[in-house]
């Protein structure tokens, strides 16, 4: 891998850490919490989180393709590989150092770009870290960076940056929440696609992707967290609407979502997919919008281009 | 081999189409393509015949069903040495079968043969979920107490309830009357347009039956001897007060009801198609000739055309590489999935834009005639049992045709147009004899 920038400790990590290890240590963090005032630090940790020798799990990675309803192919799809390398994002913001508090953090914003394929079979080193701390008018948001490359190489194959919202948390010298952005009128298209999602489909995606988050398991243990029933990962809406862009997408692409609404489980989703091309008529760029037939209320809006 | 010789249609027979859940509740696809064919056989003479070769299918076919139209030749008196297969086609899969098989006639490699479709939504196969599925082929697998033990701990409650199959898109979720009602928002076609049509389908096909057009079309089966759809009384007004069923999300734009859609329908049907020598040999009627036909596709998924509108492409085609225009045709049998589909296909043909820049023509394909669209009623009228439509709209053109017989000194000409699943669709051209 390159090396970081000075002053940037390298963790080695000796094996992908447990997620259900690191979602107790947040929550005896956050009862913790409720007695003191937060962590108050300003920085993020200078360090960066690194795990050689990392491979995809074919059950998993085919139960993956199963539920998002990817053709099962060898090439193990962005989606995987985003729940794949997530517990070293984890354990960043899991660090002690680590100046939001893990649980109850909102998923703002997905980027992702696959720059080359990743075979389930292929050995892969996974680097991941926080940047970009900075006010939001409803708390403080960061960016924890994933880097994928295949072992031993400098060349990033995959790299997510995903943007997490610690809600009502307002740390001193971050600068001071922006004036809020106008919000964007939405007035819902014709749908191309329904989603019809039961209530276990947070337990779906738990079960493939590890992320066991309580908020998307049960309305009783979404509940315990504030919210009045579970929803659905962003995760899981974003990969599924990867997967009806569909092979036109081709090898090489950057896939961006910004979530809005949740979506509380069981719901109906209307997904409008809207294709571009070239002046070949060759695929370059899709547009995704996923919103609530019943409220109208977006869910979320992202892209697939051609990288 | 390789002389194209013509193909004709010589007649066909089909049982009468029931409404789902009604008079063949417990008839199976096997029995119902049996009972048609066996009409077929009593009206031509076939018993003991060995056709060249039989091909038909089902959209909702039961896997036990794997040779469901040979097993259907060896429950009819045709001769047993009677070859067939399937073909499945979603509801294009009728008119598939003719055209297959006429192309085997004009290549003089058979030169006999019988095209045809069933479909029962009443007796439709249903299958375990995904869960219990895995589970038992897992359990197939184990070898060991302890591997089984292990396959069946994996069964779930939810795993037992059964799934029935649904009219869904399997790649957009939305089934295909919520297709149709975006397609007829985005052609602005209205409820009374919608409403006129379906209104026309049943006035024409209940004449059609008091004329008595279909007494050496249909065999009755099952105490049926009409379509039970047929409402011969309905109204504007009638059909005004359904209530839409279908793109309800679309608030007051959702123009489509139970009345301006068809039906789930059981049925079956079938076609005698020949070689000209074959059907003169023994003294059998010809009705009319199998032209021509075209296949084609549209890329609905992401919605760049809607679900249903392939024939709107098939149909330009077809015309093309024949040198016709709809002033060239006579009769036009446009398969009524819904009425917005119909419509729909009528805009888009008469939308210059589209038809330039989508079709590659000059400017508009044309309007359609309706004094000459479905003359003796269709789908919304008759019902449309998926892969019986086509047998059923080939053998009432070709007759229509062959009483038709010339005009302004040439033959009688008929365009069939079939939508159907997966933004399928087929056309073809026949003339009559």
Known sequence: MSAPARGIETVELPEMPSLSRLYVGAAREAAKKLVGKGKGRATLPAARHHVTGVLPDLVKMTEYQALLSETKLDIAPAGYLHALSFPAAMSVMGRDDFPLPLLGMVHLRNHVEYRKPVLYRDLLDVTAWAEGLIGHRAGTQVDVVTEVRHAGSDDVVWRGVSTYLAKGVFLPSVDKPRVAEPREEFRAPLPTALWRLGSETGREYAAVSGDFNPIHLSS???????????????????????AEVGAQKGDAFAWDVKFEAPVFLPARVCLNIGDSTDAHGAWVHSAFVGWSPTSGRRHFVGSVERL | MSTVRKAVVVGGNRIPFARSNGAYAMSSNLDMLTAALDGLVARYGLQDERIGELAAGAVLKHSRDFNLTREAVLGSSLSPETPAYDVQQACATGLETVLGLSDKIKLGRIESAIAGGVDSASDAPIVVSEGLRHALLELNRAKTLQQKLKAVSKIRPKDVTPVAPGTNEPRTGLSMGEHQALTTVQWNVTREAQDELALASHRNLAEAYERGFFDDLVTPYRGLTRDSNLRADTSLEK?????????????????????????????????????????????????????????AA??????????????????????????????????????????????????????????????????????????????????????HPFAATGGRIVASLAKQLHERGEVDGRPARGLISVCAAGGLGVAAVLEAR
Not at chain 2, 242 to 258: I, N, W
């Open chain 1, 220 to 242: 009783i243990s979404a509940r315990a967290l504030g919210m009045r029933r579970s929803i659905a990962h962003g995760m899981y809406t974003a990969s599924r609407a990867l």
């Open chain 2, 239 to 295: 059909l005004a007060k359904l209530k839409t069923v279908f793109g309800r999300q679309l608030g007051d734009r959702a123009t489509m009801t139970a009345g301006n859609s068809t039906p789930l329908t059981d049925g079956a049907s079938t076609v005698l198609l020949a070689s000209e020598d074959w059907a003169q040999s023994r003294d059998l009627p010809i009705l009319a000739d199998v032209v021509d036909g075209e296949a």
């Open chain 2, 298 to 383: 549209v890329d609905f998924v992401h919605g760049k055309d809607g679900l249903l509108m392939a024939p709107v492409f098939a149909v330009a085609r077809l015309l093309g590489r024949l040198g016709l225009t709809f002033e060239d045709i006579d009769y036009f049998e446009i398969h009524e999935a819904f009425a917005g589909t119909v419509l729909s296909h009528l805009a888009a043909w008469e939308d210059e834009e589209f038809c330039r820049e989508r079709l590659g023509l000059d400017g508009a394909l044309g309007k359609v005639d309706r004094a000459k669209l479905n003359v003796n009623g269709s789908s919304l009228a008759a019902g």
